[in-house]
């Protein structure tokens, strides 16, 4: 408090804070205390104790499948996407490399374009029939090695849940590079200096010294990835077109069904589900990562 | 240096050929969306061949498929319903957002070190669990299949009240001692001393912000209905599910058009980006 002053903060702070209340913490409990309700949006809301959640666990299998999509999703993406971030980030650090800001400029492109077009634009060259995937691999007689052709890259199978994985990790990837390279650019040179006594190569610098000298980093990249993977909605509602199936559900869409088929408790009681795994995997990965870093130390 | 020694040759060819892969594979679906945009609806499902490029000369392209997408996705409204939202959302929001961290950071407050605490813990805060009364209550207010919608609950953020608050702590007190003996206000110091001091971290917060807006698609979809109000991304929905049109060249067309400018902007200001967001992810 180095500035004396007669107006409070509170004058500055009062309306940004106000929105947040209004719009986030209030809607958070209120959403929460809903779910313990049966409500369509018109009448009184009909208190109905922990029947949601019993309703959810033993009488929906398609949230259990949603649920598992989803995670699936994180399980398979967010370590493809750090270790993928991580090894193109060093590669482009490298003196060697050709053409650094180039591949930067390309690599991070998917992630400033909107994932609804993205999804909209793959979708056209996974389709199935005049797709450019399945047509480029008719042309190379690639397609005799699938025992089912064409195959459905987005139909109801897990190939769908794999290509949207897939499309993910490709829309973030760019993103967590140059997290990645922000990162690298900041280990002290002495640290390199001083295993080049040792005469370690690169492979041995990367490894030993430059990827646990970014471990903060690799910390934020996990945790948000793994943020993004729980919250994907954009690109499967867009790639599916909203359909309703087993393999390419996840909790969003699932949600956003309920939501818009005014089951309105039970769509709150998929919200704090979320709730409660955002919270367990964020605190768990905290751990796990603070606590291996002071092993390492 | 020499931890950072040249790796034989052979490695140095594998790695540049592993990374310009897959770089390829970013550019790929972008060229074959311009590809297709270009061909008749005949070509791009002849499943005969693969052409790389529409049949004919340049002019023989299909080039009124763009036109017939503009029209048919009425894109010159959702352009600006897009643009109105994103550019009143981030100048607001930035501004809200840097006048509330600097209150945390530099002014009194009553309870401030609570009130922060808990403002970082919604935070963590999923949307799942709070847009359903967001949209109750902007049913409530009015808001509901209007643009008021899109802009009211964004006026101010969490994440940007923080992210500012961290910047300005940097800003050293003699600097804002300085200027209250020459007798500033509290908007004033903030005005003339604070923001041109964190300049680099509110334009990343703005370019976030920008984003953020321009491609949510969440909310949009919950709030709004009618085609009138539609942002980008609700139309490109609406596109993709063949609302407007079945053939994949005008879809394609209407595509480009949706991506092409974010690519132009995104290019132009990429130093700025590409900062900007290392700024972000370091500061979390």
Same mark, same amino acid.
């Given at each position: 408090?180095?500035?004396?002053?007669?107006?409070?903060?509170?004058?500055?702070?009062?309306?940004? /804070?106000a929105?947040?209340?209004?719009?986030? &913490?209030?809607?958070?409990?209120?959403?929460?205390?809903?779910?313990?309700?049966?409500?369509?949006?018109?009448?009184?809301?009909?208190?109905?104790?922990?029947e949601? *959640?019993?309703?959810a666990?033993?009488?929906?299998? %398609? /949230?259990?499948?949603s649920?598992?999509?989803t995670?699936?999703?994180?399980?398979?993406?967010?370590?493809?996407?750090?270790?993928?971030?991580?090894?193109? @980030?060093?590669? /482009?650090?490298?003196?060697?490399?050709?053409?650094?800001? +180039?591949?930067?400029?390309?690599?991070f492109?998917?992630?400033?374009?909107?994932?609804?077009?993205? !999804?909209?634009?793959?979708?056209?060259?996974?389709?199935?029939?005049?797709?450019?995937?399945n047509?480029?691999?008719?042309?190379?007689?690639?397609?005799?090695?699938?025992?089912?052709?064409?195959?459905?890259?987005?139909?109801?199978?897990?190939?769908?849940?794999?290509?949207?994985?897939?499309?993910?990790?490709?829309?973030?990837l760019?993103?967590?590079?140059?997290? *990645?390279?922000?990162?690298?650019?900041?280990?002290?040179?002495?640290? *390199?200096?001083?295993?080049?006594?040792?005469?370690?190569?690169?492979?041995q610098?990367?490894?030993?010294?430059?990827?646990p000298?970014?471990?903060?980093?690799? /910390?934020?990249?996990?945790?948000?990835?793994?943020?993004?993977?729980? %919250?994907?909605?954009?690109?499967?509602?867009?790639?599916?077109?909203?359909?309703? %199936?087993?393999? +390419?559900?996840v909790?969003?869409?699932?949600?956003?069904?309920?939501? &818009?088929?005014?089951?309105?408790?039970?769509? &709150?009681?998929? !919200?704090?589900?979320?709730?409660?795994?955002?919270?367990?995997? +964020?605190?768990? %990965?905290?751990?796990?990562l603070?606590?291996? +870093?002071? @092993?390492?130390? | 240096?020499?931890?950072?020694s040249k790796?034989?040759?052979?490695?140095?060819?594998?790695?540049?050929?592993?990374?310009?892969?897959?770089?390829?594979t970013?550019?790929?679906?972008?060229?074959?969306?311009?590809?297709?945009?270009?061909?008749?609806?005949a070509?791009?499902?002849?499943?005969?061949?693969?052409?790389?490029?529409?049949?004919?000369?340049?002019?023989?392209?299909?080039?009124?498929?763009?036109v017939?997408?503009?029209r048919?996705?009425?894109?010159?409204?959702?352009?600006?319903n897009?643009?109105?939202?994103?550019?009143?959302?981030?100048?607001?929001?930035?501004?809200?957002?840097?006048?509330?961290?600097?209150?945390?950071?530099?002014?009194r407050?009553?309870?401030?070190?609570?009130?922060?605490?808990?403002?970082?813990?919604?935070?963590?805060?999923?949307?799942?669990?709070?847009?359903?009364?967001?949209?109750?209550?902007?049913?409530?207010?009015g808001?509901?299949?209007?643009?008021h919608?899109?802009?009211?609950?964004?006026?101010?953020?969490?994440f940007?009240?923080?992210?500012?608050?961290?910047?300005?702590?940097?800003?050293?007190?003699?600097?804002?001692?300085?200027?209250r003996?020459?007798?500033?206000?509290?908007?004033?110091?903030?005005?003339?001393?604070?923001?041109?001091?964190?300049?680099?971290?509110?334009?990343?917060?703005?370019?976030?912000t920008?984003?953020?807006?321009w491609?949510?698609?969440?909310?949009?979809?919950?709030?709004?209905?009618?085609?009138?109000?539609?942002?980008?991304?609700?139309?490109?929905?609406?596109?993709?599910?063949?609302?407007?049109?079945?053939?994949?060249?005008?879809?394609?067309?209407?595509?480009?058009?949706?991506?092409?400018?974010?690519?132009?902007?995104?290019?132009?200001?990429?130093?700025?980006?590409?900062?900007?967001?290392?700024?972000?992810?370091?500061?979390?």
């Open positions: 408090m180095s500035v004396r002053s007669s107006t409070s903060g509170w004058a500055f702070a009062a309306f940004p /804070l929105v947040i209340v209004v719009f986030t &913490a209030l809607p958070t409990v209120a959403g929460v205390a809903l779910s313990f309700f049966e409500w369509t949006g018109g009448n009184r809301p009909n208190f109905i104790g922990i949601n *959640y019993r309703a666990i033993l009488h929906d299998p %398609q /949230l259990i499948h649920l598992r999509n995670l699936i999703f994180g399980v398979a993406t967010v370590p493809i996407t750090v270790i993928l971030a991580f090894v193109l @980030a060093v590669a /482009l650090k490298a003196e060697w490399f050709v053409g650094k800001t +180039t591949v930067r400029t390309i690599i492109l998917p992630f400033v374009i909107s994932i609804v077009a993205i !999804g909209f634009v793959w979708r056209w060259v996974l389709d199935p029939h005049s797709g450019l995937l047509m480029g691999l008719e042309s190379i007689a690639a397609d005799r090695m699938f025992a089912d052709w064409p195959v459905p890259w987005l139909g109801d199978s897990p190939w769908a849940l794999g290509t949207m994985c897939f499309v993910h990790v490709w829309r973030n760019g993103f967590c590079v140059v997290l *990645y390279l922000a990162a690298l650019s900041r280990v002290p040179r002495s640290l *390199y200096d001083a295993a080049g006594v040792d005469g370690a190569g690169s492979w610098a990367t490894w030993r010294i430059a990827w000298a970014v471990r903060p980093m690799t /910390l934020f990249v996990v945790i948000t990835s793994s943020i993004w993977s729980l %919250q994907v909605f954009d690109l499967v509602w867009v790639m599916t077109g909203g359909a309703e %199936q087993p393999w +390419t559900d909790l969003n869409t699932h949600l956003y069904r309920e939501f &818009a088929a005014n089951r309105l408790g039970y769509a &709150a009681t998929i !919200g704090v589900l979320v709730l409660i795994i955002t919270a367990v995997i +964020t605190v768990a %990965q905290l751990r796990w603070r606590g291996s +870093t002071e @092993a390492a130390s | 240096m020499s931890a950072w790796p034989a040759w052979p490695i140095r060819a594998a790695v540049h050929a592993f990374v310009y892969i897959l770089a390829a970013m550019l790929v679906p972008f060229a074959w969306m311009c590809s297709t945009s270009l061909k008749t609806d070509e791009a499902i002849d499943v005969q061949q693969l052409a790389l490029l529409p049949a004919g000369s340049v002019s023989d392209w299909k080039w009124g498929n763009y017939e997408a503009w048919l996705a009425e894109l010159g409204d959702v352009y600006l897009s643009l109105i939202v994103a550019v009143v959302v981030t100048v607001l929001s930035v501004l809200h957002n840097a006048l509330a961290g600097f209150a945390f950071a530099k002014l407050m009553t309870a401030k070190r609570s009130v922060f605490i808990a403002m970082l813990l919604t935070m963590m805060l999923p949307y799942q669990v709070y847009f359903l009364f967001a949209y109750i209550l902007c049913g409530w207010l808001y509901v299949d209007h643009l919608a899109l802009i009211v609950p964004f006026l101010a953020s969490a940007g009240i923080f992210y500012m608050r961290q910047s300005i702590i940097t800003v050293s007190d003699g600097l804002l001692d300085a200027g003996v020459d007798g500033l206000t509290n908007f004033e110091l903030f005005w003339h001393v604070v923001l041109p001091s964190i300049k680099p971290a509110v334009g990343a917060l703005a370019i976030f920008f984003m953020a807006s491609n949510n698609f969440f909310w949009p979809l919950i709030v709004i209905d009618s085609q009138e109000n539609f942002t980008l991304p609700l139309s490109v929905a609406a596109l993709s599910s063949g609302l407007y049109v079945q053939s994949w060249p005008v879809q394609m067309a209407a595509a480009t058009l949706i991506t092409l400018p974010t690519i132009v902007v995104f290019i132009i200001f990429q130093r700025i980006f590409v900062q900007g967001l290392a700024l972000t992810g370091m500061k979390g």
